[in-house]
């Protein structure tokens, strides 16, 4: 267990649905990030959060966003979903900034029908 | 941009027998980690071994070494006396200084009884 937490586990929804993903980074982490796995695209950086604010950006579309609350869990939200968007979300934290080692939640596996 | 390579798709060992996973990466940068994440069928992902580009010494964590060897960009990960439970999808990952993770896309290994 990495200490990071992931809800929902799944997600079916439909097309053009809008929904939201959950992480709760591990005790003290103020770092969190998003990645999505897919079986075209692999394991792609979505985005980057440091204590509330926004750090990096990587391969993230407009149609999805995040945040990071007060208390660091952090949400990412889908909408306008398209059948492409079916993945792996996950969320990682580290500790700080730059050297520390990311730990993985479980996952959401979001299924788009 | 950084971009990680693993060649070898699928590798297979017998139990108890040693197997080496290759991955090479590109950069220009001079200061970045290096990482091995493991993903069982359960799908999370988990830290096997980092390394830091500015230490000589190859990293070990018990049955799981690296060859490290920074001026070919390689990254080899060594797994000694194979366990049924190292059956998994591995993925070498590139850390450098904008944070996000960059991986390769994965080299399934079958242990064979």
């Known amino acids: 267990d990495s200490g990071v937490t992931q809800t929902p586990k799944h997600l079916i929804t439909a097309t053009g649905q809008r929904v939201t993903l959950r992480c709760s980074p591990r005790?003290?982490?103020?770092?969190v990030y998003w990645y999505q796995q897919s079986l075209d695209q692999g394991l792609q950086f979505l985005i980057q959060?440091?204590?509330?604010?926004?750090?990096a950006k990587g391969n993230i579309l407009e149609r999805f966003s995040a945040q990071q609350f007060p208390d660091l869990h952090s949400e990412l939200n889908l909408s306008s979903l398209e059948l492409g968007d079916s993945a792996l979300y996950f969320c990682a934290s580290s500790a700080r900034q730059g050297k520390d080692t990311q730990y993985f939640g479980p996952g959401t596996r979001l299924t788009v029908l | 941009a950084q971009t990680v390579t693993q060649s070898q798709p699928e590798m297979s060992v017998q139990e108890a027998e040693t197997v080496t996973l290759s991955c090479t990466y590109d950069?220009?940068?001079?200061?970045?980690?290096l990482f091995w994440y493991k993903q069982p069928p359960s799908r999370q992902m988990i830290l096997v071994i980092r390394?830091?580009?500015?230490?000589?010494q190859n990293a070990t964590e018990n049955r799981f070494s690296v060859n490290f060897q920074k001026a070919a960009k390689s990254f080899s990960l060594k797994i000694s006396d194979s366990q049924l439970g190292d059956a998994a999808m591995y993925f070498c990952a590139y850390r450098g200084g904008n944070e996000k993770l960059t991986f390769g896309t994965g080299t399934r290994l079958t242990i064979i009884p």
């Open positions: 959060y440091y204590n509330g604010e926004e750090r």
């Open positions: 950069t220009s940068e001079s200061d970045y980690y």
């Open positions: 390394q830091e580009a500015y230490k000589q």
């Open positions: 005790s003290g982490d103020l770092s």
